[in-house]
Every structure is written in C-alpha cells, then in structure tokens.
C-alpha cells in the first residue's frame, strides 16, 4: 500500500508501508520509476486499444477506413478539384496524401487521447501513487495499433499502382519513433495543463484540425515558398517526420534541414515536458 504525505518529520512507516514525501521545485525525473511500473503501462495501454473498438460495429475497421476515406476525399478536393499534385509524377496523388496521412493521423489521435488523459484517469489519480507518466505514455502507445493496420493498406495501395518500395523503408521505425516522441511531448504538456485549465480539452481539437493545414500532409514540402515562411514550417516538427516517411516509403527527396531542425524542436519539447510535467505532478491528485 502506498500513502502519498508532504514534506515534514514522519515516525518511520511501519512493515508493508511506503511513504511517498511530496517535493517542493524542480523534482528529478526518475524515469526508472516507469520500468518498475511497465506492467501498469501494458494495461493501461491495452485498455486504451480495447475501450477503442468495445461496442463498434466495425471494430479496427475504423483504423483503416479513417485514413482511406480521408485520402479519396483529398484526391477529390485537392488533386482533381484544386489541381495539387504529387512532386514526382510517376506517384499518384492518393499514393502521397495516404502516406503523409499515416503518421498525421497517428499524431493527431495520440494527441486527443493523451491530451485529456490525466483527467479522464481521475479515478486512478485520487487512489494510488504510480508514476503520472504512464497515463499519457499509454495513450500514445495505444494509437500504434492504428498505425500498423493502416501501413498494411498502404503496402496494397502501392502494390495496386505497382509502386515497388524503396531501400529506405529500413528507416521507417526511425520515423514512427520521431512520431511517437512528438506525440508525447506536446501531449505532456497539454495533459498538465488540462489538469489547471480545463479548457485546453476544448483547444486541443482546433489545434489538431489547424496544425494539420500548416503541415506537408495535403502538399509537399517543395510547395512551401521560400523566406521566413519556410523557417516557420521548419519548426513544426511533423513537417521532418511527413518528409521522412514519404522518403522512406516513396523515395522523394531527402527533408534535410527540416528533418534536423524537426529533431533539435522534438528534443526541446520533450525535455521541457517532462521536467513541467514532473513538476506539476504533485498537485494532480488535489486538483483534478
């Protein structure tokens, strides 16, 4: 049993007990903690994927139907009705959007459900210590499921246009990972938030629908005109990991400095998440 107590002279705890003190600044983040709690994480994980599709009538289906539609929709609209093509033309257009579709659609649904995670675990917040980390962390791993499913789709749809894969495949892990940790990142923060301003459940859907416009999901990278406005882009981290994956699948350019500056942007927002995050973890429990 654990029994979480602020700072202060305590008796030691007696046999079975452990007393957790709460800290007062910028708490170290003892991230062993989350190996000691991976079986937590695996439930919490597997939950998440269940409650998905519990009750569907087409069950997993959606994960595919989800981004295929979408596809045909922008083909429509934005190929046919708008004239955007695919940089190379030997790739059909809704070959390029249901690529750059993949990781989009795998960010955005990580970052609806570890948004408001914390919140929607209230139960769990108020009634047992384990590291708040798990919450948001299992809401992200929940969506590769998502992923997998829709990569496969993708596989036929290449196969049906008789667009052979490239070498470069190898490094699709490397970009599902680059996915994965943008996900959390802005998920830490947008979780510790939402626990002190609950209307950051209400943002969070406006801010997905806007950061996908402003990322290379509809058009390519080279669309984006040069000057400040391509420095912006730069520092939407999903613009290296769209490029990515659509080098990796496609065999289009390289993303280069975006790719880099995608990596330093990632590597900022997870850091800072998580030193935030840790720090507001101790008035989680008073205040959600």
């Known amino acids: 049993m654990s029994i979480a ?11 079975g007990f452990v007393v957790y003190q709460r800290k007062r600044g910028w708490a170290a983040l003892d991230l062993r903690q989350l190996w000691a709690y991976r079986e937590l994480l695996y439930f919490l994980t597997w939950r998440d994927i269940l409650v998905r599709y519990k009750q569907a009538v087409l069950g997993v289906t959606w994960a595919v139907l989800q981004p295929f539609l979408t596809m045909v929709v922008f083909t429509v609209v934005f190929n046919k009705a708008l004239g955007i093509k695919s940089p190379d033309s030997a790739i059909p257009y809704a070959v390029f959007s249901y690529t750059g579709l993949l990781p989009w659609n795998y960010f955005s649904g990580a970052l609806s459900r570890s948004g408001v995670s914390l919140v929607g675990n209230a139960n769990l917040l108020t009634k047992v210590y384990f590291p708040r980390l798990v919450i948001p962390i299992s809401g992200v791993l929940a969506g590769l499921v998502d992923l ?26 490397v970009f599902v990972l680059l996915a994965l940790l943008t996900a959390l990142a802005v998920s830490l923060w947008l979780a510790a938030l939402n626990v002190l301003y609950r209307d950051v459940q209400y943002i969070i859907p406006f801010l997905v629908q806007l950061w996908m416009f402003v990322s290379p999901v509809i058009y390519p990278i080279s669309a984006i005109p040069e000057g400040s406005l391509r420095v912006a882009f730069a520092l939407n981290p ?26 330093a942007v990632v590597a900022v927002l997870l850091v800072g998440g998580l030193f935030y995050f840790k720090r507001m973890e101790r008035v989680f429990a008073d205040v959600v």
Request: without cysteine.
């Open 148 to 173: 997998a499913l829709s990569f496969v789709v993708l596989l036929g749809l290449m196969a049906a246009y008789g667009i052979a894969p490239t070498w470069h495949m190898v490094f699709v892990p």
């Open 238 to 263: 999903m613009t290296g990991v769209i490029g990515g994956f659509r080098w990796a699948m496609l065999g289009q350019e390289f993303p280069g400095g975006y790719m880099w500056v995608s990596l």
């Open 5 to 15: 107590r602020p700072a202060g002279d305590w008796p030691a705890p007696a046999e």
